[in-house]
Nanobody, 121 residues
């Protein structure tokens, strides 16, 4: 499975941004798609996950209500809608994929290259 993340950029605080993750290769309907981020000097942080069919979601408490994960199966693309961005959201954002249950400690086997989001105050 190959993942290509896009949509990052330099934005001002308070705006919204939507990231995209296009999947290709041996994708299957049992994949779980996830979004993570890693800020400078910090560990990678889980943000959200969604089933391949798009019917079930899971969010980290830190972004619940502000970020929304969604899927477009016709395009094999997963999105992360991020609202009311602040400087604390500055990070490299990664999409990832794995099999298994939606809520699981299983490791993500496939990773995209990351897209930089920088939020200025």
């Amino acid at each position: 499975v190959q993942l290509q993340a896009s949509g990052g950029g330099l934005v001002q605080a308070g705006v919204s941004l939507r990231l995209s993750c296009a999947a290709s290769g041996r994708t299957t309907s049992n994949l779980i798609m996830g979004w993570f981020r890693q800020a400078p000097g910090k560990e990678r942080e889980f943000l959200a996950a969604i089933t391949w069919g798009g019917g079930m979601f899971d969010y980290a408490d830190s972004v619940k209500g502000r970020f929304t994960i969604s899927r477009d199966n016709t395009k094999s693309t997963t999105y992360l809608q991020m609202n009311i961005l602040g400087p604390e959201d500055t990070a490299v954002y990664y999409c990832a994929a794995r099999t298994g249950p939606l809520r699981s400690s299983m490791r993500y086997a496939y990773w995209g290259q990351g897209t930089q989001v920088t939020v200025s105050s």
